[in-house]
């Protein structure tokens, strides 16, 4: 990060991000960009108006100093040169109080103006939203008005009417200046003329309404100027003819009161302001954004352009600063002792609110992704607001009693506060460094080469693709849409009535790689060994077996290998020729590759603040700072994620998707057919089904605009066999449309695999680690609460044997886990199948017990959850061999004991 992009992000960020949320705001409430704009500058210009209101009396304050040194100053100019006048002056300058650089108190309106111009000019220039908007008669609010035209010539009519008012509100305001300041605000007219007329519409609007708004506030301070002048005229004549009366009648008029007598409250102690600016810049800016961090800093870092996670917690320090520190700092610089007693004691309010907000409310609002997005959108009951709001209404109270008791008492507590924020801080920053090192090795291993693996035509070729979080329930649903799928996907067997072990992949993936000596419980038991190790003895329980068999291995993004977010491809080179790959970052997706890394860089320097914004605000607020996990980011030219406007319409595309997607769209060009008889095995995982997006239908494809209106209003393909899916929530549209798209891309693969005439010769895997709690059926829920629907237990699960039967895909209800997974890639191939990290045998006694024991916990962080057990949770049973009877489901706790057959609540 340059010196200047520091700058910016401390000087120029915290007012651009004051705009966005303003028209972000506006755009909620009138869907009209233009009318936002307008409502942004009335809003704007408010907020401001007791700043240039300070600013403009310390301007006029010198230039009354000035006039009064005026005469002096002239005087000695014309009578002294050289050293002596130098002297002479800094001596006069000093017996009245006036230095040099005090000149440019005169030009603060100005250079206040400045940053803000900057910010509107970024903000408004790079606003996709006004791009080919019209307004009025204007008809582009992203490109220059055009709105005179001349034969052929045609004028931008706006940055002259702004001008023209800009010209107006300089007579008014400075009438009676000297010609000096007059020339420097008609200079700034011009300047702003040349520097905005081919500039957007939609900026020169503002940019109009600003200096309108101006000319209204100089016209009325001249008023009311002229006012205060006529009643002060009167009020002197009167005391005149008091004094006089008095002096005819031998008396003496009364005494005026006497400067400076009149009872003042106490002095507000120094530094009580600056202290609470203090607080909340380290909370805000560090404390948040490092526990965010620190709770998974691979997923904040990009391979392409790798820089430690930490910058983020840099940039939103300086954001933090900018905002309290500096321009808080600002307001309250100009307030005057009344205003500065008000602004020290919001602070300390303020303060005390976010420390509650934070730490005692909305902590559990589920999964976060690496672009600050929670699966689900944070909701809290009516009855959570209320207890919020009245903790809050107290605490305002206790600590307005302490601001009026005890200021020493407020001091203290600020910094006892800031200690301990800071020491937690500095703990996070430490642990995160701990952890650079292995992130930077993993990144720097990455394989330049792009991912490609051998199917042969003449070998037994073992394909296991792992479809993170596709939900199996969906499937009946899915082809009954598509049916084509069927025929796709011939010869495969989908088994619905598929278990999973976990919610989560930390959780629930190691059976699915290693079988059923890696189900949460079994794991647990070896309670004496780090759960990284059993992780990475479950991954390579498969490639590692295929290998010593002689197998041509390839692996696709191994999910967690060395418990690392990017799977640390190292822990395979003890195996020479075993093929590993990373897919999952963008190395084949078209859309968006170049510069992805710059516009995600761009997400966390902004909005790594605006989450710390959120956490701290109350959690009646806290939706409405969300907005859906843009943080009312404005939409810019080139979108990195997509915004949802209801359940059918979106615009944007999310990068992480189309990572995963792009894969599945090469998979055909991966594929290197092989004429001999070697035997291969490759396991890929993807994403595409774990990363809810609004696709254009009926293609599911991704598109820079989506519009599903005509298709969605055809609600049957939500019901089948008589249950219907509650597609209700977007999330849950989102989720059914990705994993629509993951089959059709499949199946297309399916497709050139027949074509290319090793198909029959393939043994192909589909499978997931968990499906997901979307609410989707009624049927599936054996509780009220989220981790008591059974669709989150319930993994896709579908297979293809060697040369199986050219018939459309077949449904088997045999009850069955992902923890098959290794067992059916074994099948026929490995004979009495031996662990080759632990020497045991594996087989799948577990399935045929009288219950399953299933573990709910949303711990997805192998930062945290890296004990040598998983961090509690709650543990559920599942009776018999089907899951989708609820009556055979129970909750038994945290903490149950299984072996002497304990029943649940």
């Known amino acids: 990060m340059s010196f200047f992009h520091m700058l910016y992000q401390l000087i120029i960020g915290p007012l651009e991000l004051i705009l966005e949320t303003v028209y972000g705001a506006a755009q909620l409430l009138f869907a009209s960009p233009g009318v936002s704009i307008i409502a942004m500058s009335l809003v704007m210009n408010l907020l401001l108006l007791p700043l240039y209101k300070s600013a403009d009396a310390i301007q006029a304050g010198q230039r009354e100093k000035e006039k009064s040194l005026a005469a002096w100053v002239s005087h000695i100019r014309k009578t002294f040169k050289g050293d002596e006048r130098y002297m002479m002056l800094q001596t006069y300058y000093r017996q009245n109080d006036y230095k040099p650089f005090h000149v440019l108190k005169g030009m603060l309106p100005l250079l206040l103006e400045i940053p803000f111009f900057i910010a509107a000019y970024h903000f408004l220039s790079n606003l996709q939203e006004i791009r080919g908007t019209a307004f009025g008669p204007i008809e582009d609010l992203g490109s220059p008005d055009n709105l005179l035209a001349i034969g052929t010539l045609t004028l931008h009519l706006l940055p002259v009417l702004m001008t023209l008012i800009n010209f107006i509100s300089s007579a008014v305001y400075t009438r009676g200046f000297p010609l000096k300041d007059k020339l420097t605000l008609y200079g700034m007219a011009v300047l702003f003329l040349v520097l905005l007329y081919e500039s957007p519409a939609g900026l020169v609007l503002y940019w109009t309404l600003n200096n309108l708004f101006s000319l ?4 009325v301070q001249k008023i009311a100027e002229l006012i205060r002048k006529k009643i002060k005229a009167r009020k002197d004549r009167r005391e ?12 003496a008029p009364a005494a005026a009161p006497e400067a400076g007598k009149a009872q003042a409250s106490a002095a507000l102690p120094k530094g009580l302001f600056s202290l609470g600016c203090l607080f909340l810049t380290l909370l805000t800016g560090v404390l948040i954004p490092s526990t965010l961090v620190l709770a998974s800093p691979s997923e904040f870092v990009l391979i392409s352009n790798f820089r430690s996670p930490l910058i983020h917690v840099f940039t939103a320090f300086l954001l933090a600063a900018g905002l309290f520190l500096l321009w808080f700092g600002i307001f309250y610089y100009l307030a005057g002792p009344k205003g500065k007693k008000i602004f020290a004691c919001l602070i300390w309010l303020l303060s005390g609110g976010a420390v509650v907000n934070y730490m005692f409310f909305g902590t559990e609002l589920g999964n976060m992704s690496a672009e600050l997005k929670f699966d689900v959108t944070p909701e809290f009951l009516p009855k959570e607001r209320l207890l919020n709001f009245g903790i809050l209404l107290g605490l305002a109270a206790l600590m307005l009693l302490i601001w009026i008791k005890g200021k020493k008492l407020v001091r203290g507590l600020y ?11 500095g703990m996070n920053l430490i642990d995160t460094q701990k952890q650079l090192p292995q992130i930077r090795s993993v990144v720097y291993n990455v394989p330049d080469e792009l991912a490609h693996f051998t199917i042969s035509k003449n070998g037994k070729n073992v394909i296991v693709i792992f479809m993170d ?76 077996t295929f290998y010593n068999e002689g197998y041509d291995v390839t692996l696709c993004d191994p999910t967690y290998a060395n418990y690392s977010w990017y799977p640390d491809l190292s822990a395979f080179d003890d195996y020479p020729g075993m093929h590993t790959y990373i897919t999952a970052e963008g190395q084949f997706a078209d859309f968006g590759k170049e510069g992805q890394g710059v516009r995600m860089t761009g997400i966390w320097e902004r909005n790594f603040f605006c989450y710390s914004l959120m956490k701290t605000a109350p959690v009646a607020v806290q939706p409405f700072l969300y907005q859906g996990g843009t943080y009312f980011k404005a939409e810019a030219v080139e979108e990195l994620t997509q ?11 999310h990068q992480p998707f189309l990572n995963a997607y792009s894969v599945l769209c090469s998979l055909p060009a991966m594929s290197r057919i092989s004429d001999g008889d070697e035997n291969t095995f490759m396991m890929m995982v993807n994403y595409t089904a774990h990363e809810p997006n609004l696709l254009q239908e009926p293609q599911y494809e ?61 043994r192909i895997i589909i499978v997931s680690d968990h499906g997901r709690d979307l609410g989707l059926l009624d049927e599936m829920k054996f509780g009220s609460e989220n981790y008591e629907d059974v669709m989150t237990y319930n993994p896709l699960l ?37 662990n080759p990290l ?21 711990i997805y962080s192998t930062v945290k959850n890296n004990g040598t057990v998983f961090l509690p949770g709650t543990w559920l049973v599942m009776e018999g061999e089907d899951i989708f009877d609820m009556s055979r489901w129970r909750t038994v706790g945290e903490t149950p004991d299984f072996s002497s057959g304990a029943k649940g609540q």
């Not at 597609?727 to 074509?755: C, P, S």
């Open 216 to 219: 209204v506030k100089n016209v």
């Open 240 to 251: 005149t003819v008091v004094a006089r009366t008095a002096a005819m009648l031998g008396g």
């Open 415 to 425: 910094i006892v506060l800031i200690l301990a924020i800071s020491g937690m801080a």
């Open 469 to 544: 979080r596709a939900v199996g329930a969906l499937v009946p649903y899915l082809f009954q849409e598509k049916p084509e799928l069927a025929q796709q996907f011939e010869g495969f067997t989908f088994y619905p009535n598929t278990l999973s072990f976990g919610p989560v992949t930390n959780i629930a993936s190691p059976a699915l790689f290693g079988g059923y000596d890696y189900t949460p419980e079994r794991m647990n038991a070896r309670d004496t060994v780090k759960i990284s190790k059993k992780h990475d003895e479950a991954l390579k329980l498969m490639p590692v």
């Open 643 to 653: 915004r949802w406007y209801g359940m059918s319409v979106a615009k944007g595309l």
């Open 702 to 762: 991704p598109a820079q605009e989506v519009n599903n209106l005509l298709y969605d209003a055809n609600q049957s393909r939500f019901t089948y066999n008589g249950r219907t899916l509650r597609v209700e929530k977007i999330t849950q549209m989102a989720h059914y449309q990705v994993n629509m798209a993951a089959l059709m891309r499949l199946g297309i693969w399916m497709d050139f695999l027949k074509e290319s005439g090793v198909y029959d010769n393939c």
């Open 798 to 834: 579908m297979v293809k044997d060697f040369n199986a039967p050219k018939e459309p895909c077949v449904t088997d209800d045999t009850f069955m886990t992902n923890a098959d997974t290794p067992l059916l890639a074994f099948e026929g191939l490995i004979e009495d199948p031996v």
């Open 838 to 858: 632990t020497g045991l045998p594996v087989t799948d006694e577990l399935k045929y017990e009288t219950e399953q024991h299933v573990f709910f916990s949303d």
